[in-house]
């Protein structure tokens, strides 16, 4: 069954800092997507960044970047220069088989972060 | 573009009472809708999913008797919690696919269900 784990239930960052939070999956599929999102205290779900399975590069989007190791199963976000506005809590989420599929996502526990000034 | 809406925001119902949620795509059509429910500090768990003018799928170990879905239109969905608890007090959030070609899922707002 598909799985993603994280690890870090809570994290602390200075402020300019870069800080990664990790994200583990497991699956049979050879499809697959994966994603992140940040969920501030209002509660509404940011989409930050996407990793397609076959995608050959690392997905990057302004201060998020994406650090997909396929053999690893592992799917970490960067947040370079930390801003303040980035204490949320930050979910890793993954699509389950083909965006033709049902497209139900499957979301690890979270990871609160809250960055220092 | 691609908001989704949720009406209440926020809403307090007395036990045994039923409460309905709506989650409207405003500016565009949704082939699927997917609800989730979420305890403070929590994961997000997937309820069910809903495709237009069909039954909604549940996933394991959620009563379908309780948590009604009607996925009328394309651009709405409602959740409706029958005979409300107070266990059933949680955040409900709803999520929006465009089409079955692409991948990313646009969430609503949150609805946040107390029972008394």
């Known amino acids: 069954a598909q799985k993603i784990t994280q690890t870090q239930p809570g994290m602390f960052v200075q402020e300019k800092e870069a800080v990664t939070l990790d994200c583990t999956y497991d699956?049979?599929?050879?499809?697959?997507?994966l994603f992140w999102y940040k969920q501030p205290s209002s509660g509404e779900m940011i989409f930050l960044i996407y990793q397609g399975s076959y995608d050959e590069q690392n997905a990057t989007e302004g201060r998020y970047s994406l650090n997909f190791q396929k053999a690893r199963k592992s799917a970490n976000l960067v947040i370079s220069a930390s801003q303040l506005g980035d204490s949320a809590m930050y979910f890793c989420?993954?699509?389950?088989?083909?965006?033709?599929?049902?497209?139900?996502?499957?979301f690890g526990q979270g990871t609160t972060l809250q960055v220092k000034p | 573009g691609a908001v989704v809406s949720q009406h209440p925001s926020w809403v307090i119902c007395k036990s045994g009472t039923s409460v309905k949620i709506e989650c409207r795509s405003l500016?565009?059509?949704?082939?699927?809708m997917f609800w989730y429910r979420q305890f403070p500090k929590q994961s997000l768990m997937l309820m069910a999913t809903?495709?237009?003018?069909?039954?909604?799928?549940?996933e394991q170990g959620v009563e379908k008797d309780k948590f009604l879905i009607n996925h009328a239109s394309l651009t709405l969905s409602t959740l409706t919690v029958t005979s409300a608890h107070p266990e059933d007090s949680s955040f409900y959030i709803c999520?929006?696919?465009?089409?079955?070609?692409?991948?990313?899922?646009?969430f609503g707002p949150g609805t946040r269900l107390t029972v008394t």
């Open positions: 699956t049979s599929d050879q499809s697959y997507g």
């Open positions: 500016d565009f059509q949704a082939t699927t």
């Open positions: 999520s929006a696919r465009r089409d079955y070609l692409t991948y990313e899922q646009y």
């Open positions: 989420a993954m699509r389950e088989g083909l965006p033709g599929n049902t497209g139900k996502l499957i």
């Open positions: 809903s495709n237009e003018g069909s039954k909604a799928t549940y």
